[in-house]
């Protein structure tokens, strides 16, 4: 009550009849958009820095060219002094050659079933039928990556070895074409979602003229409506590989932990996140190799995601100079 009263007289107080209001919001206003600008921007900081620190720790005892070129992971070392262990092998070829197949192959599925309903929901569907096949796809966004780990391994992963033997294949229980499948699947709404809206988004004029040119609506759609789209299709592609590079559940589950330098989608794999969750999983000293190669992988994660962005944003600036 005394905090009111007091907050009460001073604004009481305040009241002149000339008081610039509206000049004062609009200051406190913009100090605060300012802070919340800076407090994201040392949120970011911070988490390089931390992240970055750690990594030059691990290169401490590791070099950098054998950790980024090395061709066998193998990070079990000794903890202490007086236990026994191996003195671990960090080259993280492995760990990238199975993070870009899973990727490639969940990429592969999503991206053009993502990209197909949606231009089938924004371009070809009536009212009745988007009404019913888009919230039906969206609720693919809400299953838990769990769940779809337990589809990958109890089902996909048994298909995927039994069409390998019946072709006479090598197919191990856990494979990446398993983990990738499925993960595609994940990525679906993501991409159809997104490019949905971006190609709902496209002027309705471009399409009449379009079809007042003699276009079919194939045509219309290939030449006018994709290029005119692309800049949002491309940020829903990059959205949904980022996705797939920092899944962990499905590969686990479906794909394993074996960090083996292989091509074949037939065969078990691993990925940078799910060694950096194994790595840090239990009771971990941070002065180990060990543990300290879990933030030189994130610091890699993070720059091979800040590459995929920039690559994202000269695609979109071409295309923009090139159509304007």
Partial sequence: MAFLLSTGCLAYRSIRSRLPARTRLETLLQGALALSSCLAVLTTLGIIASVLFEALRFFQHVPVLDFIFGLEWSPQTALRGDQVGGSGSFGAVPLFTGTLLISAIALSVGAPLGLFSAIF??????ARQRAVAKPVLELL???PTVVYGFFAALSVAPLVRQLGTALGLSVSSESALAAGTVLGMMLIPFVSSLSDD????????????SHALGATRSETICQVVLPAALPGITSALLLAASRAIGETMIVVMAAGLSASLTANPFQAVTTVTVQIVSLLVGDQEFDSPKTLAAFALGLVLFLGTLLLNVIALRVVRRYREHHE
């Avoid at 929901?121 to 009536?126: F, G, I, P």
């Avoid at 971006?198 to 003229?209: I, M, S, T, Y």
């Fill in 121 to 126: 929901l924004a371009e070809y569907a009536s």
């Fill in 141 to 143: 966004a809400g299953i």
């Fill in 198 to 209: 971006v190609l709902r988004a496209v002027p309705q004029a471009l399409r009449d003229g």
